[in-house]
Nanobody, 119 residues
Framework: QVQLVESGGGLVQHGGSLRLSCAAS????????MGWYRQAPGKQRELVAT???????NYADSVKGRFTISRGNAKNTIHLQMNSLKPEDTAVYYC?????????????WGQGTQVTVSS
């Protein structure tokens, strides 16, 4: 089994910054791509940013220039640095990992971490 554990959410004022982290743990797996998604109340879950095994990154237009996704020093860890936060960034942020375990592809999601930006 593989687990994704997110941390770093919270309440911040408009224009502030937060840093989210996601760590994957378990046995016998190889991670391909990881990413962050978010879901605001009454809305569908949407892509925020992804990073491939080769560290290629992809961002939603709404966060380009403000958010940065990166791989951590610890193996199977990613971060999302969020700057210039806006009230519309308020959502539950989920970490996603696409991996292979014993040759079989899987997709795992974290439990989510709340980010609230006050105006």
């Amino acid at each position: 089994q593989v687990q994704l554990v997110e941390s770093g959410g919270g309440l911040v004022q408009h224009g502030g910054s937060l840093r989210l982290s996601c760590a994957a743990s378990g046995t016998a797996f190889i991670i391909n791509d990881m990413g962050w998604y978010r879901q605001a109340p009454g809305k569908q879950r949407e892509l925020v940013a992804t990073i491939s095994s080769g560290s290629n990154t992809n961002y939603a237009d709404s966060v380009k220039g403000r958010f940065t996704i990166s791989r951590g020093n610890a193996k199977n860890t990613i971060h999302l640095q969020m700057n210039s936060l806006k009230p519309e960034d308020t959502a539950v942020y989920y970490c996603k990992a696409q991996l292979r375990r014993l040759g079989t592809p899987y997709t795992y999601w974290g439990q989510g971490t709340q980010v609230t930006v006050s105006s």
